[in-house]
């Protein structure tokens, strides 16, 4: 259970990340 939460919060915060980029751009 920890290693799915870990992982979906990594991909949360990848996916924050690149809407940023987008948003900035």
Known sequence: ???FLSSSL???SEIVA???QMLDA
């Open 10 to 12: 990594a991909v949360m």
């Open 18 to 20: 690149f809407s940023g």
């Open 1 to 3: 259970m920890h290693k």
